[in-house]
Structures are given as structure tokens and as C-alpha cells.
């Protein structure tokens, strides 16, 4: 299995909602991250774990929280969002989770609609 | 007016050419470089990578070459096809040595003429 999975594809919530999005890797890699893609612009690192503790959090406002409850799952908890987080939200694996440098292998996605 | 911000860069080559596509990075430190392709709908996919003991590799069809004194980056892809159509990003590592993610350049949106 060569796959990262992200549920759901596609998501439209309010200013209130309370919503988690989902990420999933099986290929045994120890290190998993959350970008943040706008339409026409790259995708932006938000969170790093790395052997499922938190290394890396690139000052991302606290209505997102992420979450590692084990090695092969990350999660993105959302919370009272803004119309400007509407985005594509893009989850990432790679083999090692410190010191060497390696490419990361992404899932397709989670579309993200905020109203 | 135009809103220049929204606007990705644009490359158009016809089916069987050879196509060229760009990048500048701004970090000295980074010593691991990789080209994405990101079809729409789609998370980017890996095409080639390369680090910064190296000035050229070749896979399939692609070659990167990396040119340190300048900072600059390009992928080439040989006898393009309609399936190359895509945004290709590349991305460095910005020598951090560790589990930090990835830096994407701005990205070019590559169109095949028929």
C-alpha cells in the first residue's frame, strides 16, 4: 500500500462548526504533515510529527489543531474557522522521521469550503 | 483590474516537444530539491529529485539539473504528452537536516497544444 488516504474529499461548514479532517498511511512512515494550498498557490506547511510527537508548527492560528493518535493516523481538528481557511487541505507522509532527506508522499486532499 | 497575484505562470508546448519549466530558490542552505506535478483535483505527485552534490539526474523521460552559484532549478520533460498537463512545483528542504517539510517555489502551469 503506497497510499495516503484523506477523508473526507470534500467539506463545507459554518463559522461554528466543529469539523475533523482525516489522514491515513499504512506504508509505515514516521514522519506525517498538514499543507494548506490556496487555489493557484503552493502548498503551505502548517504541521510536522515526527515519530507522532509535534516538531514543527508554523505558527498556524489555534482554531486548527492537529492531532497524531498513533503512527500510521493524523488528524486536523477545526474549529470557529473564518472564510479565508477555506483552502485545499493537503496531508503528507515520509520514511524517516528526523535527520535525512527524503520526499513526501501526498494524499489528494481535502477541499475545504467555510461559509 | 488585474489581480497579477492570482495568476500562475504559464507554459504552452505542443504535443512531442521538449518542454522546460523553471525555478529559482532563495535559501543557500538547502541541499534537497524535488519536482512535484499536481494534476487538478489532485495532491502533488513526486516526479524527481535531487541533492546538492549533484547537478544533473535523469529518470524517465525527465531530467533535473541544479545550478548552486545561481540558485536555480529546471525540470525538463522530453516529447511531451497530453498527459503532462499539470502545475509543477519544486520544492527544497532548506537545509534543516531534519523532518521539516518541504518549501514550494511558486509553481507553473504546463498546457499541451494538440
Known amino acids: 500500500d503506497t497510499e495516503v488516504t484523506q477523508t473526507p474529499k470534500h467539506l463545507v461548514m459554518g463559522m461554528t462548526n466543529k469539523k475533523s479532517l482525516k489522514c491515513e498511511q499504512h506504508m509505515g512512515h514516521r514522519a506525517m504533515y498538514w499543507y494548506k494550498q490556496k487555489a493557484k498557490k503552493p502548498p503551505e506547511l502548517m504541521f510536522v510529527y515526527s515519530y507522532e510527537k509535534l516538531s514543527i508548527n508554523e505558527s498556524v492560528p489555534s482554531r486548527f489543531s492537529p492531532e497524531c493518535p498513533n503512527s500510521s493516523l493524523l488528524n486536523l481538528h477545526l474549529h470557529a474557522l473564518q472564510p479565508e481557511d477555506s483552502a485545499l487541505y493537503l496531508c503528507a507522509s515520509s520514511p524517516r522521521g528526523t535527520g535525512l532527506n527524503e520526499k513526501l508522499f501526498f494524499g489528494s486532499g481535502t477541499q475545504l469550503s467555510v461559509l | 483590474g488585474e489581480n497579477v497575484g492570482l495568476h500562475l505562470p504559464t507554459l504552452s508546448v505542443q504535443e512531442g516537444d521538449n518542454s522546460i519549466i523553471n525555478c529559482a530558490y532563495s535559501?543557500?542552505?538547502?541541499?534537497?530539491f524535488i519536482w512535484y506535478k499536481q494534476e487538478s483535483g489532485k495532491g502533488p505527485q513526486f516526479i524527481i529529485d535531487?541533492?546538492?552534490?549533484?547537478d544533473k539526474r535523469q529518470g524517465q523521460r525527465v531530467t533535473v539539473l541544479l545550478n548552486k552559484t545561481v540558485k536555480h532549478l529546471s525540470l525538463q520533460i522530453a516529447a511531451t504528452q497530453p498527459g503532462d498537463s499539470a502545475v509543477y512545483f519544486c520544492?527544497?528542504?532548506?537545509?534543516?537536516?531534519?523532518?521539516?517539510?518541504?518549501?514550494f517555489g511558486k509553481g507553473t502551469h504546463l498546457i499541451i497544444q494538440p
Open positions: 520544492a527544497e528542504n532548506g537545509g534543516g537536516g531534519g523532518a521539516d517539510g518541504l518549501t
Open positions: 535531487i541533492r546538492s552534490n549533484m
Open positions: 535559501n543557500s542552505a538547502s541541499d534537497y
